[in-house]
């Protein structure tokens, strides 16, 4: 067994230098690189619990053959991640091969727990002080500002499309929906209020991130319209459009029960096809979910390839 000198310390650069190179990069690795693999251990293992529970013979019995809606689906599915990377890009010159980390917090926000891939983010970019030395102020920003620009969008759909819900009698408790509303309007208000020390990006980054997180919701929303209508297209865009929108609408309400019951009624009452919205919609349900369990192994893979050589 390898033995450090005398008096010498783990810490020393000297004595680390004389260690066996594996060794020595494993004394070199931080808390920050201890928790990134944590992380995507825990995305793994999601992984394979979630694998278990797919039927990947019925999903793939309801795929579309449209090669324009798979497509359309791959361009809707990393258009998070590419709105990231657009922003991380102006903020920290973040390079072409940081898309990965990227895909890596989109898949673990999803198979894990809200906001871990942010602080995947985090410690990713703790590991490269080159590209940006104090990380966590950037990521606050950026996180705190998506939720506030889908809470902008909410409010602004609430507007519009209450006298539409009000006539559809989905069982939607006016009182809960205000509630739900009065959380949106007090969260919102009190970040503006405590901005000046919630945010530490310059004003003009935050006007920019604004906009791309803006750019992106309406994206997404207009996308997967277009994705249901390739794969239903007996049915116009114009309103799987407007379906798409109630859709997000009803996501972001807090405090609001059996969303998914209201947005099968909303669907039903504006479309019709019962039978063909359901299976469509758990078609696509399953389709994004097998998508998160392969990018997940993928991105494992990658990672534990990049340990390997290191």
């Given at each position: 067994m390898y033995q450090l000198a005398p008096g010498a310390s783990a810490t020393d650069p000297i004595a680390t230098?004389?260690?066996?190179?594996?060794?020595?990069?494993?004394?070199?690795?931080?808390?920050?690189?201890?928790?990134?693999?944590?992380?995507?251990?825990?995305?793994?293992?999601?992984?394979?619990?979630?694998?278990?529970?797919?039927d990947?013979?019925?999903?793939?019995?309801?795929?579309?053959a449209s090669p324009l809606f798979w497509i359309v689906f791959a361009i809707s599915y990393l258009s998070a991640p590419a709105a990231d990377w657009v922003i991380y890009r102006?903020?920290?010159?973040?390079?072409?091969?940081?898309?990965?980390?990227?895909?890596?917090?989109?898949?673990?926000?999803?198979?894990?727990?809200?906001?871990?891939?942010?602080?995947?983010?985090?410690?990713?970019?703790?590991?490269?002080t080159g590209m940006t030395s104090a990380p966590f102020g950037a990521i606050k920003d950026v996180a705190i500002l998506s939720a506030m620009i889908a809470n902008a969008v909410t409010l602004a759909l609430v507007i519009l499309a209450y006298p539409l819900l009000g006539t559809?009698?989905?069982?939607?408790?006016?009182?809960?929906?205000?509630?739900?509303?009065?959380?949106?309007?007090?969260?919102?208000?009190?970040?503006?209020?405590?901005?000046?020390?919630?945010?530490?990006?310059?004003?003009?980054?935050?006007?920019?991130?604004?906009?791309?997180?803006?750019?992106?919701?309406?994206?997404?929303?207009?996308?997967?319209?277009?994705?249901?209508?390739?794969?239903?297209?007996?049915?116009?865009?114009q309103w799987w459009l407007l379906l798409a929108t109630l859709r997000m609408l009803l996501s972001r309400l807090p405090l609001l029960p059996n969303k998914d019951i209201?947005?099968?009624?909303?669907?039903?009452?504006?479309?019709?096809?019962?039978?063909?919205?359901?299976?469509?919609?758990?078609m696509m349900a399953s389709l994004i979910l097998v998508t998160h369990l392969f990018m997940g192994l993928l991105l494992a893979a990658s990672e534990a390839r990049g340990i390997g050589r290191r």
């Open positions: 230098a004389a260690l066996p190179e594996p060794v020595a990069a494993l004394r070199e690795r931080g808390w920050a690189w201890w928790l990134g693999a944590a992380i995507s251990v825990a995305i793994l293992v999601a992984v394979i619990l979630q694998l278990r529970q797919v990947f013979a019925r999903v793939r019995a309801m795929l579309p102006r903020l920290w010159r973040i390079p072409v091969s940081g898309f990965g980390a990227l895909l890596r917090k989109l898949v673990g926000n999803e198979l894990l727990v809200g906001y871990v891939g942010e602080l995947y983010l985090y410690t990713w970019a703790r590991r490269r559809l009698h989905l069982g939607l408790d006016t009182r809960t929906l205000l509630i739900s509303v009065s959380v949106i309007v007090a969260t919102s208000t009190a970040i503006l209020f405590l901005r000046k020390k919630l945010f530490s990006l310059p004003r003009r980054d935050l006007h920019f991130v604004a906009r791309v997180h803006l750019v992106r919701i309406v994206m997404t929303t207009g996308l997967a319209a277009l994705c249901w209508h390739l794969a239903l297209p007996g049915v116009e865009l209201v947005f099968a009624g909303l669907a039903v009452f504006l479309i019709g096809r019962d039978a063909e919205i359901g299976a469509l919609m758990t």
